[in-house]
């Protein structure tokens, strides 16, 4: 099985803070939702992934006992995806997998630059196109777009939470 996958999101800052993390998400660049099927069900049980009845990857059980053992709630991995907001709420947006969509756009449609980093697992390489690893750093959080909180208000209490749990202080312009 080769497939060119990234860890994204919080198990990035996680490992990059040192702090210990329960789970990861892995995107899966060039390649849209039957193909990924087709590449790991030689592998494994795969169930479709949904976030708010909209379908968005799969969730692997792998065959290997040991892998099974690390990972028994399953893999997630996903399509490159962008969403849309279509309304003011946490469920109003549209969702779109697509295998042209680069690793930058997915990212575009995270919460914080903090959030916004994958790890590509083949190289090491860091991939961070909205500078997280600087607000890392500063312990600054500051969110990837300006229409973030208006697109999603639930960011707003997931904002708390990094600034209660890992002690950052938010941006003027996330403030």
Do not use: C, W
Request: net charge negative.
């Amino acid at each position: 099985l080769s497939l060119d996958a990234y860890v994204v999101g919080g198990a990035v800052r996680d490992e990059l803070l040192g702090v210990p993390h329960a789970d990861e998400d892995f995107l899966v660049p060039d390649v849209d939702h039957a193909g990924l099927r087709k590449l790991l069900e030689p592998h494994g049980r795969i169930e479709d992934l949904e976030v708010h009845g909209q379908l968005v990857g799969v969730r692997m059980y792998p065959h290997d006992r040991a892998i099974r053992a690390l990972a028994p709630a399953g893999i997630e991995l996903t399509p490159p995806r962008a969403e849309r907001s279509t309304g003011p709420g946490h469920r109003d947006f549209a969702i779109v997998s697509d295998a042209s969509i680069g690793i930058e756009e997915d990212m575009a449609r995270r919460d914080f630059t903090i959030n916004a980093m994958a790890r590509r697992l083949s190289t090491g390489e860091l991939v961070d196109p909205y500078g997280g690893l600087a607000d890392l750093a500063r312990r600054e959080l500051r969110t990837v777009s300006e229409q973030s909180f208006r697109e999603d208000p639930l960011r707003i209490l997931r904002g708390l939470r990094l600034v209660s749990q890992l002690g950052f202080t938010p941006t003027g312009q996330t403030l």
